[in-house]
């Protein structure tokens, strides 16, 4: 059965809006299996014709997503023998949900940053609760760089100093600073965030899809392909992670309680202690 058997989403097809509710206690940890079920949902999404409209949402207030799972980084490869010539299984996921069909919409309420930050920066519209969202791409504290397209979609969408400024600056940002920088398209007050994406989804959803395909496919002509940009951050990520003080920095964050919920609600204290 289509959308069937998944654990860490819940899925709802209504009227042609898939409403997909990321529920994966108890952060919503980009974990591999987080990642496989995202990565799922944007295959079966891409050849789904009934579906018009997708609304990422997150059951759990305090977090959309924490972030990808430092552990795993961890064992990635710190070497490679050449550079990379095709994109890798994240990159090629939020690439995928970038050039979906559909209308894309990520209803922010909770923390969202490293790779829920990229994850969110690949949808086509993003939607920040005042005083529960805050987005940030914290990964230059560990030694790292936002490998999961960051690199790459914030300059597009702030320029370059902006862009700078949150990847090097570590800090987070709440949601009427982000709509200010354009990280999101607006800053919603809470008690209204879920009635007006729904509404948005449901107008976008009413129109002929082949109209709110072939517009996707004209402004995505407008930039060019962000293709090339992965491949160099690719690149430069890994060649970070063989660094002796990341090596550190990681098994430090991990060490200090990183990825538990105590500790992941005040991200920026930890981060500045290491």
């Not at 997909?20 to 949902?41: F, K, Q, S």
């Amino acid at each position: 059965m289509p959308y069937g058997d998944y654990r860490a989403i819940r899925i709802e097809i209504d009227a042609g809006v898939a409403f997909a509710t990321l529920d994966h206690p108890p952060i919503n940890l980009l974990d591999l299996e987080l990642m496989g079920e995202l990565d799922r949902l944007s295959r079966e999404l891409a050849t789904d014709e009934t579906v018009r409209v997708l609304v990422l949402s997150s059951a759990n207030p305090e977090f959309f997503i924490a972030h990808a799972d430092v552990a795993l980084i961890e064992q990635l490869p710190t070497e490679r023998a050449t550079k990379p010539t095709g994109l890798g299984f994240f990159h090629a996921m939020v690439e995928r949900f970038r050039t979906l069909p559909q209308a894309t919409i990520a209803k922010i309420e909770g923390r969202t940053r490293g790779g829920g930050s990229e994850l969110v920066l690949s949808l086509d519209l993003r939607f920040a609760a005042k005083g529960r969202a805050i987005l940030a791409q914290p990964e230059v504290a560990l030694g790292i760089l936002p490998g999961g397209s960051g690199t790459q979609r914030l300059p597009r969408l702030m320029g370059r100093g902006r862009a700078l400024e949150v990847i090097l600056g570590c800090e987070d940002f709440d949601a009427e600073l982000a709509e200010r920088y354009g990280y999101v398209n607006r800053a919603v007050p809470a008690e209204e965030i879920g009635d007006f994406v729904e509404k948005l989804a449901r107008r976008i959803a009413s129109f002929p899809p082949h109209a709110v395909r072939l517009a996707k496919e004209a402004v995505a002509a407008a930039e060019p392909s962000p293709v090339p940009g992965l491949l160099v951050e690719d690149d430069c990520f890994t060649r970070s992670l063989g660094v002796p003080e990341t090596r550190r920095l990681m098994r430090a964050f991990l060490e200090a309680g990183g990825q538990t919920r105590d500790v992941e609600l005040d991200l920026e204290r930890l981060l500045a202690r290491l």
